[in-house]
């Protein structure tokens, strides 16, 4: 079984650039989950799915932050325009139901704005 | 206080030690409780999840007291292959969905 992909692996920009992240989680799970590590702190909740809906957008930084999941399948992650703050890890994890279920990480995409 | 707290380390041991780690959570009405294991640039990966009960997998034991909110990580028997960040995750599942809060993490480094 496939597990969570996400793209690109690694993304470098310009300040005031967009940049744009995906994330397939695995099949057939509705739970997509969307947090961000930046250097020398812990991993933080952005933003929960349930299919297409939003759940829980708390730990979106601010407005230049945009998710979506059309179609509740895949999701994408928009900062626009980017800022330096914003460099980190964003992690996608996906798991099958809500409630206590395991949560499943992608790779990760490595985000560096210059 | 942060929601979730873990001593970051580095542990250095030596291999065949036992390293326990130990992680306190801030909200009362958390539900369950996880360890997850990060290599250096890998994503987080779930180790075991943590019972009131305790729980083993083999050479790993985990313990939660709720009346003192924390969470601990028994390692016997460390091998060099568990050189890992270990990641102490709450969830809090509030209206029935997941909110997960992590921990800084607590680098363990195993050494010949």
């Known amino acids: 079984e496939a597990g969570v992909t996400q793209f690109p692996s690694h993304s470098v920009i310009e300040k005031g650039q967009t940049v744009t992240l995906r994330c397939d989680p695995i099949?057939?799970?509705?739970?997509l989950y969307w947090y961000r590590r930046v250097m020398g702190k812990e991993i933080k909740f952005l933003l929960h799915f349930v299919k297409e809906s939003k759940q829980d957008e708390s730990g979106m930084p601010n407005n230049r932050f945009l998710a979506e999941r059309t179609g509740g399948t895949y999701s994408t992650l928009k900062v626009q325009p980017a800022e330096l703050e914003d460099s980190g890890v964003y992690f996608c994890?996906?798991?099958?139901?809500?409630?206590?279920?395991?949560?499943?990480f992608g790779p990760g995409t490595r985000l560096l704005v210059l | 206080r942060k929601e979730v707290e873990q001593d970051p380390g580095p542990f250095n041991v030596p291999e065949g030690a036992t390293v326990a780690f130990n992680c306190t959570y801030s909200n009362s009405a958390s539900q369950s409780f996880f360890w997850y294991r990060q290599d250096c640039r890998k994503e987080p990966k779930l180790l075991m999840s943590v019972y009131s009960s305790g729980n083993e997998d083999g050479r790993f034991t985990a313990q939660l007291n709720r009346a003192s909110q924390y969470i601990s990580l028994l390692i016997r028997d460390s091998k060099l292959s568990d050189s890992a960040t270990y990641l102490c995750?709450?969830?809090?599942?509030?209206?029935?969905?997941?909110?997960?809060?992590f921990g800084t993490g607590t680098k363990l480094q195993v050494i010949p």
């Open positions: 099949s057939g799970h509705d739970n």
């Open positions: 994890a996906s798991s099958q139901a809500t409630g206590q279920e395991t949560q499943y």
């Open positions: 995750v709450v969830n809090q599942s509030p209206g029935g969905y997941q909110k997960v809060t």
